[in-house]
């Protein structure tokens, strides 16, 4: 069952701007006191103008998601693929029974462009075939959403094949999470 907290929770909870510049200060005083990578790919003041930017960026209101993807945006630029900001375990415990999947179809990403795998259910959808290559989501270049979506994956130093190995197989999931699911 849930707790009463949990039962006011709801993945379109909005948290109000001083909460959410207070939890990126001390974030970031976490961050410039004890993070490996300070100093190494840019120095203190660069990622305190970071901090600084998103903390005056923050003048509405956000959900859970849409400021943790802020969040993952200034992280992207510590270039450490042991740094990850996660979600709430409230916030997970409400996700596990949406089903995260968008299209009927297993899409696979290589070389910088996406395929259908397989259709999910094929029985359903069998309009597109395994190897045909996907141009566009909702009017989106497959290209912009990958080079969006890799933004999102943590990795070292300035190294993409990681963030390009996620996306091989972790499309289906990664779409939905940052654009939502379309109908």
């Avoid at 990622?47 to 859970?64: A, I, V």
């Avoid at 990850?84 to 995260?100: C, F, G, M, R």
């Avoid at 309009?127 to 890799?150: C, F, H, P, W």
């Amino acid at each position: 069952g849930f707790t009463s907290a949990q039962k006011q929770f709801s993945l379109s909870k909005k948290y109000p701007p001083a909460a959410l510049i207070e939890d990126t200060r001390i974030i970031e005083e976490v961050i410039i006191k004890m993070h490996p990578v300070i100093g190494i790919y840019n120095n203190t003041e660069y990622y305190n103008e970071k901090f600084n930017r998103l903390k005056k960026s923050l003048t509405d209101s956000l959900t859970e998601k849409e400021y943790r993807l802020r969040l993952k945006l200034l992280f992207d630029d510590l270039h450490c693929g042991h740094t990850e900001i996660w979600q709430s375990k409230a916030y997970s415990k409400l996700l596990k029974p949406i089903k995260l999947n968008f299209l009927p179809y297993y899409m696979i990403s290589v070389d910088d462009k996406v395929y259908v795998g397989a259709a999910i259910n094929p029985k359903k959808d069998s309009v597109l075939k395994a190897g045909t290559e996907i141009l566009r989501i909702n009017n989106v270049g497959v290209d912009s959403i990958l080079n969006y979506s890799k933004h999102f994956i943590s990795g070292d130093g300035y190294t993409t094949t990681g963030k390009n190995l996620y996306l091989r197989t972790g499309f289906n999931y990664s779409y939905p999470s940052l654009f939502g699911r379309p109908d």
